[in-house]
Each structure stands twice: as structure tokens, then as C-alpha cells.
């Protein structure tokens, strides 16, 4: 044990010595420091304009005067997904995926772009992020630390004097390693303050653990890496030079592949090519407006016999309002068909995308990054479902205020007798049927559960590079 720790000791001192690896560890320093600097105040400005915009909707809705029902459908309402606590470290989907969704009867709107203090803060470099950073990044610091560990022993001969004092290959590895390791270390301590930040805002202790979890496994994969090449190489720019080219491959072609791959071998259709297909669809639904739309005449009849009536005039409820809940109904069960296949789809393309982290641990890292961070495609998603389980809520209260509480007789009257225009009018008590929408990120046993498959390539690459190093630094010999 004492050979291991003056070992590490060595290294240590060595790096502190070198100007070239100083200057990067602070280069690094000041890029991770400034980007959670900005990003951790964009956040915070969005998260507090969302959550301001979303109480300014809703006293505006609430406050509407006395109004026809179906105005108000078609006035509609605004939902917005705030950011969760960690997105502050891993902004994730959350600048592409649109954060803000307009709510209105018949139809369902797409997700919106939020607006973002990113570009004006960093301009051409308003992608780097905090998680960004310690994913491109902190390899290259990791890589030049950590690539002449033992073969620059090799070059000096010193292995060989080591080697014949009876310390072991692995025990230089093991030494090598205790130092990078506490170089790793080193490096997650603005995550661990990010993550106590996070915690203060309302985030879970063990949502934040997770976080450091998964950034410790992928630093300490390169850090592997890094020392396996240094064991095999014979001098340390052949080392370097192949390191360099596996963080080419895997931080920058693999994801990038990958991402084509999803893309060509699960397609999704686009948007105007769905609408169309979709619209032909909706049409044969009939128009909720025209209660003389032949699509409503079985419900028309059905009403009749119900009530024992000869005419709509004498039913006890207004067939407007009646056709218009119906048809909502109808409408938007077609619509979700449509939302949850595309939905479906995205999952499949997100889940090869993810699979390709078992060649790329930086496709694995991302991937539990956002999972963790609530950040991904199933926080959207569901963000997307609550908006449209909300959507769905007010129409259909509305529209039964219409049934119920208009005459037929004035319904049809409003356009052209201005008391019955009157009498059409329900207070605007009645808009108090709007739920409240805060939306939460997942519970973090969730998150966990679907950061595990990323998390699990991980380890493999951990575990597979560890058995790998320490059977290759077992061979060294004299």
C-alpha cells in the first residue's frame, strides 16, 4: 500500500510541475466555471418567467368577463413546463423541444420555443453547458493527465528499476490510477456544487448523487482508457496520438452517426405530410359547429328518443353544446391516435439512439445525464400529456356549460337578437373549471429507472477497462 500512495504521490507532484498540464486543468476550470455561471442564470430567468407567465394565463382566464361557452373555448389558455432543479447543470432537451403550448378547443397545438438569454450570452457557444463541458471536455484534461503515466516511467527507465525492486506492474497501475482517480475527483467538485444548488431548490439529494454518479463512472472510463494506452504504449506520443483519436471517434463521428442512424433507419414523418393525412381524418368526424352535419344525426335521434320529444327546441338541453362535447370527444381521441404515434416513434428512435451507448460512452453519459436531470423525451412527453389532459378538461367543462346552461333557442337567435346575444352570456364564475398546471419532473425512482439502461452500458465499459488495465499492467516484465 505505501508503494501505491508514494506512487500516486510522484504523479502528483509531476503534474503540478508541468506548465502544460496546469494550464489546461485551469483552462478547464474557467470554461466549467463560466458556463454553470450562465447557464445557472438563464435557468433561473426562465424557470421565473414561466412560472410568472403561467399564473399571468391563468388570472387572465379567470378574470375574462361573462362570456358565451364557446368563446371561451376558442379564447383558450397557456401552459408552461418550468425547468427542473438540475436543469441548470443539464439543460437537455429543454432548448429544443419547446417549453410553452397554446390551449384551445378542436385542435391540439405544438409545444412552442421558449425564449432564451443563451445566445446572447454566448453567442456561437450557446450549446456548451455545464454537462456539455464534462463531456467533451474534461476527456482531453483526462487524456493529457493520464497518457504518460506509466509509459513515461517506460522512456526514463524507471519501470525497469522498479520492476527489479519488487514492485509490481499492477502495482503501478494502481498507483497511476489512485492518482487520477483523485484527479477525477477533483474535477466533479463544481458538479457536487451544482448539484447542492440544485438540491436547494427543491431537487432530491439522491437525484443529485445519481448525477455525480454517472459523471464519476464516465471520467473514470477515460481515465481507464487512458492508462490502459499507457501501459501498452512504448512512448508516450503514440499513446497521446491514439487517445486523441479515440475522443475524435467517440465524443464527436460515433454520436453523430448514431443520430443519422436513428434518424434514417426510424423515420418520422413530417409535419405536413401527418397534418394532411390527419385532416382527411378529422373531416369525416363531422363539424362541431354545424349541428345539421349529417355526421350528428344518429346522436340527434338518439337524444330525442331519450327525452321523448319531437324537436330539439323541446329537448331540456342544447344540441349545440351537446354536438360540441361530442364532437370534441371524438376529435380527440383521433388526435392522440396520431400524438401517441408519433410519440411511439420518438421513443423507438431515442432508445437506438441510447443503445448506441454501448459503443460511445459519452451517448450512455448523456443520455442518463438527461434522464437524471429530468431533462429527456419522457419528461416532454409528459408534459405534453398533462397539457392535452388539460386541454381536454376545460373544453369538455365548457362545452357542458353550453349544454346546459343556454337555450337552444337563444343559441341559434344570438347573431341576429341582441337579447338573446345577452341571455347566451353564463358569468364568468364558471371559468373557475380551469385546473391549476404546475408541471413536476418525474419522482427520481423513475429517472433512475430510466437512466438505468445508459447507466448499465457504463458500468460495462468501467468493468470491462479495470479487468483489461490490470491484466495488461500484469504482463509488464523486466
Known sequence: MSHVLLLAKEEWRFWLRSNLALSAAILFLVLLVTTAILTTVRIAEERHAREHHQEKAESTFLAQPDRHPHRMVHYGHYVFRTPSPLAAFDPGLDSVTGQSMFLEGHQQNSATFAVSGASADLGEFAWLTPAVVYQLFAPLLIILLGHGAVVRERESSTLATMLAQGISGVTVLYGKALALFAAILLMLVPLLVSGGAAVGRGETVLAAI??????????????????????????????????????????????SLAVSNAARFLPIAGQIETGLVMLSDLRKLGDGHNVNDPAFDRLRRDLLKQYGVETVEELPVNLRGVVAEYSESRLTDKLNEYADRRMAMEQKQAALLARHGWLSPLLATADASRAIAATDLNNHQRFLKEAEALRFDFVQGLNRLHASKLAYIDDIKRSSDQQAEKRTRVSGENWKLLKDFRFKPDDVGTRAGNAWPSVLALLVWFAVLSIASVRAAGRIRL
Open 210 to 255: 445519481l448525477m455525480v454518479a454517472v459523471y464519476f463512472l464516465y471520467l473514470s472510463i477515460w481515465g481507464l482508457l487512458a492508462l490502459f494506452l499507457s501501459v501498452l504504449s512504448a512512448r508516450r506520443a503514440t499513446a497521446l496520438a491514439t487517445l486523441t483519436a479515440l475522443w475524435l471517434a467517440l465524443t464527436l463521428l460515433l454520436p
